[in-house]
């Protein structure tokens, strides 16, 4: 089961704590679960919440390196902390985090699967009818494995930025000096040639959220 989700629908409630809770327990209900085993309160609200933390420090870092060295100081940022500050948060909260593209720069850790493609599709989608990406989002509660464990999947657009182009945008928009970086560190980079405001790929969380009964 998966929805995509317009979060303007149920933002004018948002704010209660039993509001926040009213649409997983549909999936729940539906699905048959038991959260016995979960120790949170919303695996939804807390995947959307950590996704939000990720994206939110990866940002400033990325400013903070452009501001201090340029395009080529970010690559640093996305090589080397990104994929640090994934691992931090997993490791905390017990989950699986970390970003996909529709084009991939680094095929060992943005090469997306089978559900986070189809998370990407109906992004694109969205897109391209207009909607915005603050407002998009993917969720699919899925039994994983061949028992009844149950994992909360999310996902969350990345929208190409104008200062994104740097890095991501076209030859004649990527300096000669940006290009060679990006060949020293990702020889089989293909995250180029994208235009502000193209979906570039997605942040993904999973996270175990009890037992099916059925």
């Not at 679960?33 to 939000?52: C, H, V, W």
Request: positive net charge; hydrophobic residues 40%; proline residues 6%.
């Amino acid at each position: 089961m998966h929805i995509m989700l317009n979060q303007k629908h149920i933002q004018p409630s948002i704010s209660s704590k039993w509001a926040k809770g009213l649409l997983l327990s549909g999936l729940t209900l539906s699905l048959g679960l038991a959260f016995a085993d979960y120790k949170g309160e919303n695996p939804m609200q807390e995947s959307r919440d950590t996704a939000a933390a990720m994206l939110k420090e990866l940002g400033q870092k990325l400013q903070a390196a452009m501001a201090n060295g340029g395009p080529e100081n970010a690559i640093t940022v996305c090589n080397i902390e990104a994929p640090a500050i994934a691992e931090r948060l997993s490791r905390e909260e017990k989950i699986t985090i970390t970003r996909v593209g529709t084009r991939v720069r680094n095929p060992v850790l943005g090469m997306p699967n089978d559900w986070q493609t189809e998370a990407l599709q109906q992004f694109a989608k969205g897109l391209a009818n207009g909607e915005k990406p603050a407002d998009m989002e993917f969720v699919q509660a899925v039994k994983a494995g061949s028992g009844s464990r149950m994992e909360l999947r999310y996902a969350k657009p990345i929208v190409m930025q104008p200062q994104c182009t740097a890095c991501h945008g076209s030859t004649e928009q990527i300096s000669p000096a940006v290009q060679a970086k990006l060949k020293e560190l990702y020889p089989d980079d293909r995250a180029v040639g994208y235009k502000p405001g193209e979906l570039r790929g997605a942040i993904v969380v999973s996270r175990f959220i009890g037992y099916n009964n059925n």
